[in-house]
């Protein structure tokens, strides 16, 4: 099994930034990949960034641009730093990884505000 604990979410003015992290403990040995997805009230989950265990990325549209995932591994750690950030990218943001190609593990997820 795999424990995801995320921490960073907040309340931030629109054009602020955050920075999310997401600590890995358990069986990470298997990983193949990290990444954050978020959902927003009445709206399904979607993806927003992720990165492999090569290093690759890959982000959904709306934040190309603004946010950026990274990875620490020698803290089995994985982070996402969001800029410009808009009302519309309020949402609770829940940490994923995914083991073996096919095992789905969830974060309990963080809540990122936005707004005046």
């Known amino acids: 099994q795999v424990q995801l604990v995320e921490s960073g979410g907040g309340l931030v003015q629109p054009g602020g930034s955050l920075r999310l992290s997401c600590a890995a403990s358990?069986?990470?040995?298997?990983?193949?990949?990290m990444g954050w997805y978020r959902q927003a009230p009445g709206k399904q989950r979607e993806l927003v960034a992720q990165i492999t265990s090569g290093g690759s990325t890959n982000y959904a549209d709306p934040v190309k641009g603004r946010f950026t995932i990274s990875r620490d591994n020698a803290k089995n750690t994985v982070y996402l730093q969001m800029n410009s950030l808009t009302p519309e990218d309020t949402a609770v943001y829940y940490c994923?990884?995914?083991?073996?190609?096919?095992?789905?593990?969830w974060g309990k997820g963080t809540l990122v505000t936005v707004s005046l």
């Open positions: 358990g069986t990470i040995f298997s990983i193949d990949a």
């Open positions: 994923h990884a995914r083991r073996l190609g096919v095992l789905n593990h």
